[in-house]
C-alpha cells in the first residue's frame, strides 16, 4: 500500500477542503481498501467519511432515504426496508458475506469497483484501470464480463446486487457538491456505460459526494423477487442476477419492472420485457416470452455466451416467484 | 495389545484449542525478533523467457526499504554457484539463481524494509526487463494431445480379453486445476545466529524435512539449523514442500545481517505453493453379465511446470479399490508455462476416483444393477498388487451402514423421478480408498516430580488435531489422567519425525508414544522396585498422585516419594518407532463410502447439496471429534472439487485469472448441509498399536463422483468434467429440450 495522508474530517465542506487530485473517499473500505492494497488506487489523501455521511434511515410521505453512510446491513434489516421494500432487503442479502455488510455503507456500495479480474491485475492491460493500456477481457476469460451494452475498450460489469433492486424501484441518487450545492438524479442515469471512458464508472462529477439514495413508494408488496446466479451459494459475485417487482390485479400485470445484474457495466433494466408484461396475465408463457425478449437484446461475446441461458433461467424464476407472492428465500 | 483403560472418551475440544482462539497460539509468521525486517516477493510479468535487468532504483527510495534481492544482489551460496550442482536442487530453491523464466509470477525479486507496508508498496515499483519469448504452453486440452502416454509396467493379466465383455463404459474425465489456499499464508522468519547457525520459523508440515532441505542449500549440519513450525493454519499438502519464501527468507537474512520474514501475499499462494494438477483421464470398464468387473484400462495426464518433474499416480486407484483380474495403466505428464504442481489432499486417487467411482456409475445405470451391490460384489478380497490379504478393510460395512442411513433402498432407480417444483432431486453413491501408511517417527516424555508429563515430538500438527490425538494415546498407554499431560510439537529440538502428510502422521506418532510409554513404564518399575516389592512395567497404570499395579489394588507409591527415594528431578525417555514385518504380510487401506442426495434446478442449474452421507473405515478413531471434523472438512473440499473450484488461466498472458478468495471459490458452509459423519471404528491388528488407520485423505476420494452421480440420478445428465457449474446444468437442460 502506497503510504497516505488520513484525514477524518466532521462536515462535508471540511472534507471537500481536504481534497486533492490524489484524493479517495474512504467509507467502509471493503472495495477502496482492496485496491490500495493491490496499488490499483494509490492514493496520497485519503478522506474518511465516517463523521460526514449520515446513516439515517428516514421514512418519507413518498419513500424512504438511505443515508449514504447507512451499512449493508442496517438496510438490509430495517423494519421498513422489509415491510416495505422487501426487494432492497433481499438484493442486499444476496451479496458479499456478514462481516463485508457490516461495514460497507450505501454510499460506498454505489461507487466500487468492477470485479473483473483484468481490473485486479496491476501486470495485464485495462482500460479501467489504466485509460489506453486496452483490454484485456476482450480476448481473454469472460467468465464475469458483459453481454450488454459494453465497448470495444472495456466488457466489465458493475458488481452490486445492492444497484440491482435500486435501479428496479426507480431510486433516485441524492448528491452534494462542493460548491454546497445539492443534485438528484435517477438511479438509471448515476451509473454509466463504458464507451470510450471506461475508466469512469459513473456519472458523478468530480468535486461531488452522495448524500442518501432515495427509494420512491411502490405498490408492489411482496410480488418481488432476487435471483442470483453464481458459482457458490454465499459470498460469490453474480454470473448474473435479476431482480423482479409486479404490481399484479386480477391476475393482471399492472407495473412490472425487471433488473439485472452481471450483466453490463451498470445495473440493467430491462425496460422492453417490462412494457411487454405490462397489462398481461401473469403466467409462465408470458414470463418465458419476456425472458426470450430479454435475450433477444443480449450480445454475448465470444466466451460467455453461457450467460444468456443463466438469464433466461433466472428471469423465468424471478418472475414466477413475484407472482407467487411468496417471498421464499429458495427457489 | 490389550487395553486396560476404556480411553476415547468424548473429551471436547483440542489440548491447544484456547490458545488457538485467544491468539496465543504462535503461528509461523506471528513470532515478534529484534530487528525484524519484512520481505515482500516480487514475480515476474512474462511468462516464457529471459529476465535480462532490473530496476530497482524507484523501489529503493521508499522510506524504509533496506534491500532488494535478485538474481544480481544474493549471497554467494556455494551449493548453487553453478548450473550443474543447481540441478540438485528444485526450481523453486532456486528462482534468485537463475535468468530463466518458465511461468507468470515467478519469483524474480524480495524486496525487504522496516516494515511490511514499506516492503509491500516497493514491492510494486520494481521493474524487470525480460527478453520475452511469446511461445507459450498454457493450455492444457491442447498441449496434452501432443504428449504420449508412457505404459506403466505393471499390467496384470490381459487387455484383450474382456475387450468383448457384455458391458463396457468407455469415457473421458478431466478435473481442473485447483489451488490448496489454506487460511494460513505461507511464512517464514529466518534469523542466522552465526555464519553457521540458521533459526527458522517456517510454515511446514515437516521440520526435518525443511531443516534437511536448507542444510543442503547452505552447506550446514542439519543439526545447526533449528525449524519451528508450532502451529500451522492447515496444510492439505501445501506444506510439503520447501518453498521459496523460505529460501528467499534465508538468502536474505543472511545478506543483511538480521532477522528477515517473508509472507506471501494471497495471490502468491496461487503460483508459489503448488496446486492440484489440472488432469485428463480415461477409464475403460467391462463387466460379466453377473456383475463381475472383469478389466480396466486406466490412462491419464496432468500437468507439471517446465523445470520440475511432478508426477501423481492417477491410475492406481482402481485396482486398489477392486478385484480386477486384468489392469492396464498408461499416465503421462504434460509440461506447461505454470507454476509446479504438488500433492493436494488425497493426490492421485482422488482425481483417479472421479473416473473410476464415475465410470462404474455408468455401467450400473447401463446394466441396471445397484450401485451398492456392484461394488460390494467387486471389493478386492486382498490387496491385489501384493496378493497379500488385508490387515483390516470394513469398506462393506461403510457401503452396508452408508445404505442404510440416507435410505439407499428408496432412491429413484433411474433418472428424473423426483420433482419439485423446479428441483430435481437425485441420490448418488461412491467410494473412496487410502493407503494406511505407517512411517518413522520419534517421542520423548518427561516426568516431573508431581508426576506431570511433557510430551514432545517434532511432528507438526496441521490442524488434524495431532496434539489432542497424543494426550489420547498417551492416556491410553498409561492410564495417566489428560490433564496431567502437555504437548509440545512441531520444532526440530524434539524427536525427530516424519512430514505430517500422507494420512500418516497419528498412525507414525502411535508407535512412538507407544514406546516412549513402555520406556517410561520401564523406568518407573526400576525406580519403584524394592526387595519387598516387585513392580511389573506392563501392569502399571499412572494415576493423579502416584503409580499402582493393575489389578493390585493396595500396590502404590507416589511420585513425591519415587523421586525422592532416586534422588531425580526429572524423567526422561525418548523412543523411535517404524513400520515392521506386518507390511510385508498384510495389506492396508482406509476406506469411505459416500452417500449423497442432491437436489438440481432446471431453470438456474444451481446444484445444492441436499444430504451427505460418509461412513469412514479408518481403525481405531483416536480423537472422535477431530476425526469427524477431518472427514467434514474433507466432504466441503469434495463439494468445492465437484461444484466450484477452477484456477483459470489466462490463455494470452500465461497469468492466472481471479487468484484470489473472491475468484476462486472454495466451497463455503452455505453450500454443504450438515454432513453426517460415522465411523465404523474397528482396531486394525497389526498397523500399528493404536490400531489407527489414516483419515486426513479417504473422506475426499469418492466424494466428488458421487456428487455427479447423484446430479446424474437427479437430471440423467452425466458430468464427466468438473466443476460442474450452474452454466453447464442449464446448457445441458438446454441441449436435451
Known sequence: MRPFQFHTPNTFEEAFEMATSKTAYLAGGTNQVDLMKKHIATPENVINLKNVSTNTIETTNDGIRLGAGSTNNEVANHPQILQHYPLVSKAILAGASPQIRNMATTGGNLLQRTRCPYFYDTALPCNKRDPGSGCSALKGNQRMSAIIGYSSKCVAVHPSDFCVALVALDAEVETTQSDGTSKTTTFEDFHRLPGENPEKDTNLPENALITSVFVPKNAFGNNIAYVKIRERDSYAFALVSVAAALEIRNGTIEVARLASGGVAHKPWRWKNAENYLKNKSATLENFEAAAKLVLSETEPLAHNSFKTGLLEGAIITALSQAADNTLETKW | ?737
Not at chain 2, 551449493?79 to 528462482?95: G, S, V
Open chain 2, 1 to 737: 495389545m490389550v487395553k486396560p483403560f476404556n480411553i476415547l472418551s468424548n473429551r471436547k475440544g483440542r489440548v491447544e484449542g484456547k490458545a488457538k482462539v485467544t491468539g496465543k497460539a504462535l503461528y509461523s509468521a506471528e513470532y515478534e525478533l529484534p530487528k525484524l525486517a519484512h520481505g515482500v516477493l516480487v514475480g515476474s510479468t512474462i511468462t516464457n523467457g529471459k529476465i535480462i535487468g532490473i530496476d530497482t532504483s524507484i523501489a529503493k527510495e521508499i522510506p524504509g526499504v533496506i534491500d532488494v534481492l535478485s538474481y544480481w544482489n544474493k549471497p554467494n551460496i556455494a551449493a548453487l554457484e553453478n548450473a550443474e550442482k543447481r540441478k540438485d536442487f528444485p526450481i523453486h530453491h532456486t528462482f534468485f539463481h537463475t535468468t530463466k523464466i518458465d511461468f507468470n509470477d515467478q519469483p524474480i525479486a524480495l524486496v525487504v524494509a522496516e516494515t511490511l507496508e514499506d516492503a509491500s508498496f516497493a514491492a510494486s515499483l520494481v521493474k524487470a526487463q525480460y527478453e520475452e519469448n511469446k511461445d507459450m504452453d498454457i493450455d492444457f486440452d491442447n498441449v496434452r494431445k501432443r504428449v504420449d502416454l508412457n505404459d506403466m509396467k505393471d499390467d496384470r493379466g490381459s487387455s484383450s480379453n474382456w475387450q468383448n465383455a457384455p458391458h463396457i463404459v468407455d469415457q473421458e474425465y478431466e478435473i481442473a486445476m485447483e489451488v490448496h489456499n489454506p487460511m494460513e499464508m505461507h511464512a517464514t522468519i529466518a534469523q542466522w545466529d552465526s555464519a553457521n547457525s540458521l533459526r527458522v520459523y517456517d510454515k511446514s508440515q515437516g521440520v526435518n524435512a525443511v531443516q534437511n532441505n536448507l542444510g543442503a542449500l547452505f552447506n550446514l549440519d542439519p543439526k545447526n539449523i533449528r525449524v519451528t513450525s508450532e502451529f500451522v493454519g492447515g496444510g492439505f499438502g501445501s506444506g510439503l514442500n520447501m518453498w521459496f519464501n523460505t529460501v528467499a527468507a534465508s538468502l536474505a537474512a543472511k545478506q543483511l545481517n538480521r532477522p528477515v520474514k517473508v509472507v506471501l501475499t494471497r495471490p502468491q499462494m496461487f503460483t508459489m505453493v503448488g496446486y492440484r494438477p489440472e488432469s485428463w483421464q480415461r477409464v475403460k470398464i467391462g463387466a460379466a453379465t453377473d456383475g463381475k468387473l472383469l478389466g480396466v484400462i486406466h490412462q491419464s495426464k496432468h500437468t507439471k511446470s517446465q523445470n520440475h518433474h511432478f508426477s501423481e499416480g492417477i491410475t492406481a486407484i482402481a485396482h486398489k479399490v477392486y478385484g480386477f483380474e486384468n489392469v492396464q495403466r498408461n499416465a503421462t505428464t504434460v509440461p506447461l508455462h505454470l507454476s509446479s504442481p504438488t500433492w493436494m489432499r488425497g493426490p492421485g486417487d482422488s482425481t483417479g476416483t472421479f473416473g473410476v467411482e464415475s465410470a462404474i456409475d455408468e455401467l450400473c445405470y447401463k446394466m441396471d444393477v445397484d450401485p451398492v451391490d456392484i461394488r460390494m460384489k467387486n471389493i478386492a478380497p486382498y490387496e491385489m498388487q501384493t496378493g497379500n490379504p488385508w490387515s483390516s478393510h470394513f469398506l462393506d460395512e461403510c457401503l452396508q451402514r452408508g445404505a442404510e442411513t440416507i435410505g439407499w433402498e428408496n432412491r429413484p432407480t433411474k433418472p428424473l423421478q423426483l420433482k419439485e417444483g423446479n428441483w430435481y432431486t437425485g441420490y448418488g453413491m461412491a467410494v473412496g480408498l487410502w493407503n494406511a501408511m505407517r512411517r518413522h517417527a520419534g517421542a520423548s516424555i518427561e516426568m516431573d516430580k508431581k508426576g506431570n508429563l511433557v510430551i514432545r515430538t517434532a511432528m507438526t500438527d496441521i490442524g488434524t488435531g495431532t496434539g489432542e490425538a497424543i494426550v489420547n494415546m498417551a492416556h491410553e498407554f498409561l492410564g495417566i489422567p489428560r490433564e496431567k499431560i502437555k504437548i509440545e510439537l512441531g520444532d526440530s529440538i524434539h524427536p525427530k519425525a516424519v512430514t505430517q502428510g500422507g494420512s500418516w502422521g497419528l498412525s507414525s506418532l502411535s508407535g512412538a508414544i507407544a514406546a516412549a510409554s513402555t520406556a517410561l513404564k520401564e523406568k518407573l518399575a526400576t525406580y519403584a522396585s524394592t526387595n519387598d516389592q516387585q513392580w511389573k512395567a506392563a501392569s502399571i497404570v499412572l494415576g493423579e498422585n502416584e503409580i499402582s499395579m493393575q489389578g493390585k489394588p493396595d500396590q502404590k507409591v507416589t511420585y513425591a516419594s519415587l523421586f525422592t527415594k532416586n534422588n531425580l528431578d526429572t524423567i526422561m525417555v525418548e523412543e523411535y518407532s517404524s513400520a515392521g514385518e506386518e507390511r510385508e504380510k498384510y495389506g492396508f487401506c482406509s476406506s469411505a463410502a459416500h452417500f449423497y442426495r442432491v437436489k438440481v434446478h432446471a431453470l438456474t442449474g444451481q446444484v445444492k447439496m441436499d444430504r451427505m452421507v460418509i461412513v469412514v473405515d479408518a481403525g481405531t478413531i483416536v480423537n472422535p471429534q477431530a476425526a469427524a471434523n477431518q472427514i467434514i472438512g474433507a466432504g466441503v473440499g469434495g463439494v468445492g472439487m465437484a461444484l466450484t473450484e477452477k484456477q483459470e488461466v489466462d490463455i494470452n498472458s500465461g497469468r492466472l485469472v481471479g487468484n484470489d478468495f473472491a475468484g476462486y471459490h472454495v466451497a463455503v458452509n452455505a453450500d454443504v448441509p450438515l454432513i453426517e459423519v460415522s465411523f465404523i471404528d474397528k482396531p486394525d491388528p497389526h498397523i500399528n498399536p493404536m490400531g489407527a488407520k489414516g483419515l486426513g485423505e479417504v473422506g475426499l476420494i469418492g466424494a466428488a463422483p458421487a456428487i455427479t452421480n447423484a446430479i446424474y440420478n437427479a437430471i440423467g445428465v452425466r458430468f464427466r468434467k468438473l466443476p460442474v457449474t450452474p452454466d453447464k446444468v442449464t446448457s445441458s437442460f438446454n441441449s436435451s429440450a
